[in-house]
């Protein structure tokens, strides 16, 4: 089946060790995005990649980076974790930018920082 | 700046009683909005979009702008129901679309 995988499903890591959470997708979409859920919020979009055209929100932390190499592949690099990092991260996927496409989430990836 | 409110964070219902999750947005263009639905140990997938005024699974919503709602209902509720449900509305904007999400609701159905 055509999918989002994300893994690892669980990661730690310490306070300030670098840590790069992973996505690939079969789906072949155009979009891919990486969210952000803490217990009991609303996701929230970190940013987004276009293509190989890369989206920030911009409240997003600069302590946050995104890779995209190639169509199948998304990585989401925290360089300096802190606690308040601690969330669950989400990658999805849309075939084309703009309305009504709808998104394809993968499992997650739940984050503890030490 | 949109916003999308779900005020019950969580709604438990007996089975086969009707079931309406609310949501609310606050949005000054016209909304694209969606619910999304997670069930246990799965992935956050799409239950249904206005624009296609459809019924899956049962559930319906309804987009009401003098309202601005757009709740989800089913007449009978059902225990594979049970589920974290989120409202999300879509923003189309300068070079960009913004999917906005809920909080989210859980939904429990009592046998």
């Known amino acids: 089946d055509a999918m989002v995988i994300q893994n690892p499903r669980y990661q730690v890591t310490q306070f300030g060790k670098p840590v790069t959470l992973s996505c690939s997708q079969t789906?072949?979409?155009?979009?891919m995005y990486w969210y952000q859920q803490k217990s009991s919020q609303a996701p929230k979009l970190l940013f987004h990649?276009?293509?190989?055209?890369?989206?920030n929100e911009a409240d997003t932390p600069d302590n946050f980076q995104s890779r995209r190499p190639n169509t199948s592949f998304c990585f989401l690099d925290i360089r300096s974790p802190g606690l308040g990092d601690a969330a669950m991260y989400l990658c999805?996927?849309?075939?084309?930018?703009?309305?009504?496409?709808?998104?394809?989430f993968g499992n997650g990836t739940r984050l503890t920082v030490t | 700046a949109q916003r999308v409110t779900q005020p019950e964070k969580l709604l438990s219902v007996f089975k086969g009683a009707p079931v309406e999750l609310k949501c609310n947005y606050s949005?000054?263009?016209?909304?694209?909005l969606f619910w999304y639905v997670q069930y246990s140990r799965q992935r956050l997938q799409l239950l249904l979009r206005?624009?296609s005024r459809e019924s899956i699974k049962g559930f319906t919503a309804d987009l009401n702008k003098g309202e601005t709602s757009f709740h989800l209902k089913k007449p009978f509720a059902q225990e594979e129901d049970s589920a974290m449900y989120y409202c999300?509305?879509?923003?189309?904007?300068?070079?960009?679309?913004?999917?906005?999400f809920g909080k989210g609701t859980k939904l429990s159905v009592i046998p």
């Open positions: 789906l072949n979409h155009n979009v």
């Open positions: 206005h624009i």
């Open positions: 949005y000054s263009g016209s909304p694209e």
């Open positions: 999805a996927t849309s075939s084309f930018w703009g309305r009504l496409s709808p998104l394809h």
């Open positions: 999300a509305l879509g923003v189309s904007g300068a070079g960009s679309y913004q999917l906005t």
């Open positions: 990649y276009y293509d190989k055209d890369f989206n």
